[in-house]
T-cell receptor, first 114, second 111 residues
Framework: EAGVAQSPRYKIIEKRQSVAFWCNPISGHATLYWYQQILGQGPKLLIQFQNNGVVDDSQLPKDRFSAERLKGVDSTLKIQPAKLEDSAVYLC????????????FGQGTRLTVV | GEDVEQSLFLSVREGDSSVINCTYTDSSSTYLYWYKQEPGAGLQLLTYIFSNMDMKQDQRLTVLLNKKDKHLSLRIADTQTGDSAIYFCAESDTGGFKTIFGAGTRLFVKA
């Protein structure tokens, strides 16, 4: 079974530039999560989708971050414009239905903002 | 708000037992998890426990939950060098939503 795929693995951008990350969840998984993991900290949930609807985006900085999951499969997370403090690993995870089921994580995209 | 706290580092000798501790604040937590993260990799769920349990054992892993003190521990028996990683404690509510992670405990295993 293929795992959660994310791209790119690494990205370096200058502050005020834009960046987008892509995630392909495990086939058949209805729930998709984006987490931000700053160095030395645990992952923090940014947004959770159930199919193509948003379940929780309470910690998403909506002035600069946006995410979509068109057709309830792949998802993109965008930052526009980026700030230095956005430097982190962005993890995508998926689970079968988001309740009582295990979430599987991708390898993450390491973003460095200079 | 909800918080999960862990010690940052633990160093053990190969073959010894490792005990990683975690405390959480949300009394309504229903699920408590332990995840493992190796360098350059995503998180891997090791084990989880429901809040109505006080112990769960899975091969070399033993999870102990003290709900009164909101304390969770992970014991790894016969620790191997391959167990070197960061271990995250996490908790979530009844729906499995809003999973809150600790900052992670980095386990060093000395040969």
């Amino acid at each position: 079974e293929a795992g959660v795929a994310q791209s790119p693995r690494y990205k370096i951008i200058e502050k005020r530039q834009s960046v987008a990350f892509w995630c392909n969840p495990i086939s058949g998984h209805a729930t998709l999560y984006w987490y931000q993991q700053i160095l030395g900290q645990g992952p923090k949930l940014l947004i959770q989708f159930q199919n193509n609807g948003v379940v929780d985006d309470s910690q998403l900085p909506k002035d600069r971050f946006s995410a979509e999951r068109l057709k309830g499969v792949d998802s993109t997370l965008k930052i526009q414009p980026a700030k230095l403090e956005d430097s982190a690993v962005y993890l995508c995870a998926s689970s079968l239905d988001g309740v009582n089921t295990e979430a599987f994580f991708g390898q993450g995209t390491r973003l460095t903002v200079v | 708000g909800e918080d999960v706290e862990q010690s940052l580092f633990l160093s053990v000798r190969e073959g010894d037992s490792s005990v990683i501790n975690c405390t959480y604040t949300d009394s309504s937590s229903t699920y408590l998890y332990w995840y493992k993260q190796e360098p350059g990799a995503g998180l891997q769920l090791l084990t989880y426990i429901f809040s109505n349990m006080d112990m769960k054992q899975d091969q070399r892993l033993t999870v102990l939950l003290n709900k009164k003190d909101k304390h969770l521990s992970l014991r790894i028996a016969d620790t191997q060098t391959g167990d070197s990683a960061i271990y995250f404690c996490a908790e979530s509510d009844t729906g499995g939503f809003k999973t809150i992670f600790g900052a992670g405990t980095r386990l060093f295993v000395k040969a």
